[in-house]
């Protein structure tokens, strides 16, 4: 954990000291006094240190002509048994006194059973974000993301909560990196311009190990493009929020059921993680209104031990994602990329519809996936055994779910509404699981804030079922290598 | 600026575009777009003399329906866009357009430096108080304790006044007008065109479907007080911060001030040096032996 480090107070050598009095005159503070003892060992006359006001300018250290007159404090003395530092008894009193803040825990609280909502995408992840115990909302307006914003507006008032209309995306982030760091729940709704704009904002956020929940309203681009749903924000969501060395998990709900239950999660998981977690729905998926069962338990939250607070306890706590020296960034970055390897080893998150006797495996996120549910009964009806792989997270892919399946599968459709921003994702998982000869893979692909059809994955998915030899007799690479070979 | 010897001379249908506003029935940026067809053929440059550049809002479609180079930016970005627009083409009269939201919210960081960098453009905002493209959420000029979608209490922030703002910030022209009075606003515009440097035009452009009934035109023709009427000295800074202090209690059209001895603009500035430059410049063809040779 980062913390402040206090800069070393002077310690008097009296045996090198020959009281010459130049620390005298540099010290702005008057924290050295000419001396009245005679010490024993050298007869000279050594000055007094009264440190109370001391800041550790250490103008002293370079006014001292002896090699070791006055010296740096030792950077120990806070270990269990404090050395005897002469002169240093009051630092040694007050570290004494430090309290050390510990980490309260976050409580659930039991629901009552309540009737069922029917809300649309965006609101039943504010009211999950409500119910994981986030009262701190930033935000900016922007279409289809901003029906969620003004949900919040009009609730947080009356849970004690703060809703702030930012004046920008960028500020939103801000906020969220303050609001974060004080340890608390924070959120925003965005869509893609938005999230664009936020990118430094978490970069930095990812930097300084400090929680937070973006929702982006994913709309269709580049640039403004248009208000209508696409799945244009997965690459940046995955392979990058921001500059450096930075991941995020990125949950891909598909209802709005999901919507509040995995907004709920991903406070528990930026917690957990100390990281920021983005929720990426399609614009249609913010907007379409469906039932939505409310969970059995609401989160107080605790505050973590780690929470610029502002008291005594959490006092030594420091953000920051600056660390110049190379050594330090490169071992802090080594911690990241620890704690990423934990979450693809832990958090990896799909829903494997009908794929138990399936050989042609669709793969979609977010609405063209339900989309894509339907193709699969359509092509049940027709005699062709789909199935569909979900990935519910983005990032980490859910290739542990994925692998087994696979080896039964003829072809795998990627039904997206991106240019093949998730097929990314799924061929970089097969390739980094070594998955190096996974069945032909086709997909269909809208853009522009055009979904793709049910109509089109039925007829890509056929194609593709009657284009592919069956699994047992299609050469694998490894096959085909070692023929050529011999 | 180059003139044309030859002046063609243009009427305001010349600067209308085939586009057909898709603005609300009422919206007062019909009103602006009008005034600007009038202040254009008053000052007489061809549509393809003139860069047109907004950010993102209602208001900013206003490009789309001139005859003007249009350029539709990014939320906020109007004038960083505008100021490359002018340094790529100095010669070239260049507008730019925009909301309260996109010039004194998401934009507002751009608007002091484009000020003292002072190139020569017209920054004409479009205040209406709210966001409407996003369907009625506060806006920084919103009046504190304006009940919105996400101010449902009522707003706790004191709006922006970007008389005053523009003001201190040291802008050489800073004008007001509303649709209402679309004369005096396209006499407004033209003038502000004719400043050489950084004008700034606010424009109290009402919303129809989110704002305040005391807000809209038929409200604006009963209450605005044109600053001609008053005798308003419009060379004095400290006079105008004075009038500008009323923004959001009383409507006062026409110039607020207009430094009489305007400073010299960024790109005249620019052209004096490079002048000066050239003098002594070393032959381009030498350029690299300065490097090489040594």
Redesign the interface.
Known sequence: MAQTRERPKPVLHPDFCKGCGRCIESCPKHCIEAGTEIDGATGLIPVQLRLDSCNGCSLCLEACPEPYGLDHESPEPRSSEPPHIPGTENLVAIAAKRRVAETIPDVRVPMPALRPLVVKGTYASAIGALLAGCRHFFG????PS?DG??LM??LL?ELEGH?V?A????ATINHMYGTGGAGLRCMTFTSS?GFSLMLEGLSYMIGAEIPGVVVDVMRAGP??GNIGPEQGDIKIACRGPGHGTTQTLVYAPATPQEMLDLTMLAFDKAFEYRNPVLVACDGYLGQITGRVDLPSYMVKPGLPDWAVWGDAAHRPNLHTSILLNEADQEAHNVKLLAKYAQMIDREQRADLYETDDADVLIVAANTPARTAKGAVAVLRKQGIKAGLFRPITLWPFPIRALAPVLPRMKAVVVVEASNGQLEDELRLALSHADLHAPPPITNVRHYGGIMPQMNEIVACARAAHEATPSRRTRETEAEAAARVLS | MKEPTVLPTYQAKDFKSDLKPIWCPGCGDFGVVQAIYRALAAIGRAPHDIAFVSGIGCSSRIPGYTTAYGFNSVHGRALPIAQGIKLANPDLLVLVAGGDGDGFSIGGGHVPHAIRRNLDLTYIVMDNQIYGLTKGQLSPTSPKGLHTVTSGLGSLEEPVNPLLYTLAYGAGFVAQGTPADMAGLAEIIEEAIRFPGFAFVNVQSPCVTFGEDDQQVKAHRAAMKPLKSIGHDQTSRIAAMDLAQQYGQSLHTGVFYRNPAPAPTYDAQVRERQQAMAEKAVPRERILDMFVQK
Do not use: N
């Not at chain 1, 004046?167 to 960028?170: A, L, Q, R």
């Open positions: 900016y307006p922007i279409t901003t914003a003004e507006a009009k008032p809703f209309q004046v920008s995306e960028v311009p640039g403004l």
